[in-house]
């Protein structure tokens, strides 16, 4: 049996990726074990985009979501004012090919970004207030049968796969 592929936020793996130059390292052994059976395929969204690392934080406009920026009903905004809706769903188109390049049925991403949240993302008001919703890629992923988790939920992660092998 192939060892299905994991499509993973970077940052998740100590690199420095973030809006604000950092990483947001998860250390479980699952992912320790999938690093070393080459199973994860690694992406930042919005850096594939062509972000800078550093860059202005950015959220979805007006408490929406990854959906509605899909669906031209939101948009993408950063610190500045600046409109980077385009490239959020340039990002997000990225991951999407490089998942299905690599046959990725899974994503652990990073909760609460405008690309890779999956429970929940900020409200577009710049005041460090969540809501429930998802971002850009997280949102792409899922419309194509990707199943995303977020960074705290790599033992459901787990549990799923242990029930896709004892179907085998």
């Not at 979805?60 to 993408?76: E, F, K, M």
């Not at 970004?113 to 929940?120: L, Q, V």
């Amino acid at each position: 049996m192939t060892l299905p592929k994991i499509l993973i936020s970077a940052c998740l793996l100590g690199r420095p990726v973030r809006y604000n130059g950092s990483a947001k390292p998860v250390l479980h052994p699952a992912l320790s074990a999938w690093q070393k059976a080459g199973q994860l395929v690694i992406i930042c969204p919005e850096v594939a985009a062509g972000f800078s690392t550093p860059r202005p934080p950015a959220e979805i406009t007006q408490g929406h979501s990854g959906p509605d920026v899909l669906a031209s009903t939101a948009r993408v905004q950063d610190t500045t004012g600046a409109d980077v809706t385009d490239q959020f769903i340039t990002g997000a188109k990225i991951a999407l090919a490089l998942a299905q390049e690599h046959d990725c049925k899974f994503a652990i991403l990073t909760d609460a970004s405008p690309s890779c949240g999956s429970t929940h993302i900020y409200d577009g008001t710049f005041q460090g207030k969540k809501h429930p919703g998802t971002g850009v890629t997280t949102a792409l992923l899922r419309a194509h049968g990707v199943q995303v988790f977020a960074e705290t939920e790599i033992d459901e992660l787990v549990a799923c796969l242990s029930k896709i092998r004892l179907k085998i």
